[in-house]
């Protein structure tokens, strides 16, 4: 299995452009989870999902950001309009069975929104 | 509100020596514990983890964790490390709450090991 996969690894913008990251969990996985990681906040749970289903979305820290997953092989985190704050590594996670055991993470995207 | 807490931002230590990295957790319900670490240039991956039974918890690479309920506390420790250890460690607790499974991770612990 190829783990879980993101892209791009890198991204680098502009302030007030839309920035879009993508994720494919592991095969077979149902729980998908986007993280965020900053010096200064360490680690951080955005929003997860079950099935498709966002469960809890509580850690999005604002309406610019908005997560999707259209299918169980597919996942966006969108941020519109991006802001120089949001410089940071986002990663995802995929876990499989009730309740999400195990999580195995993506490589992360390094994004830097000048 | 739940939380994880690693006191140590920064830790610099010879080859050889012990290591101890606290976490602390706050939640009164039931919880499942887990180390990852992050090497330089990685994502992160999984060292340990504690859902039930021996409190005393064997991950890879010679850690283990020692789950203390009555002190919240789920410490990391090797008895003598590596240079390959310099990592980033992070303690993750998942929560129960409302039905729903909370993952919250602590701010990280930066291991620096010496040659």
């Known amino acids: 299995d190829a783990g879980v996969i993101q892209s791009p690894r890198h991204e680098v913008t502009e302030m007030g452009q839309e920035v879009t990251l993508r994720c494919k969990p592991i095969?077979?996985?149902?729980?998908l989870f986007w993280y965020r990681q900053t010096m200064m906040r360490g680690l951080e749970l955005l929003i997860y999902?079950?099935?498709?289903?966002?469960?809890?979305d509580s850690g999005m820290p604002e309406d610019r950001f908005s997560a999707k997953m259209p299918n169980a092989s597919f996942s966006t985190l969108k941020i519109q309009p991006s802001e120089p704050r949001d410089s940071a590594v986002y990663f995802c996670?995929?876990?499989?069975?009730?309740?999400?055991?195990?999580?195995?993470f993506g490589p992360g995207t390094r994004l830097l929104v000048l | 509100a739940q939380s994880v807490s690693q006191h140590n931002h920064h830790v610099i230590l010879s080859e050889a020596a012990s290591l101890e990295l606290g976490c602390n957790y706050s939640?009164?319900?039931?919880?499942?514990l887990f180390w990852y670490v992050q090497y330089p240039g990685q994502h992160l991956q999984l060292l340990l983890k504690?859902?039930?039974?021996?409190?005393l918890v064997k991950g890879i690479k010679g850690f283990e964790a020692e789950f203390i309920k009555s002190k919240f506390s789920f410490n990391l420790r090797k008895p003598s490390v590596q240079w390959s250890d310099t990592a980033e460690y992070f303690c993750?607790?998942?929560?129960?709450?409302?039905?729903?499974?909370?993952?919250?991770f602590g701010t990280g612990t930066r291991l620096k090991v010496l040659a």
């Open positions: 999902f079950n099935n498709n289903v966002p469960i809890d």
């Open positions: 996670a995929s876990s499989q069975g009730a309740g999400g055991k195990t999580q195995y």
């Open positions: 504690y859902f039930s039974g021996d409190p």
């Open positions: 095969s077979g996985h149902d729980y």
């Open positions: 939640y009164g319900g039931t919880v499942n």
């Open positions: 993750a607790v998942r929560a129960t709450t409302s039905g729903t499974y909370k993952y919250i």
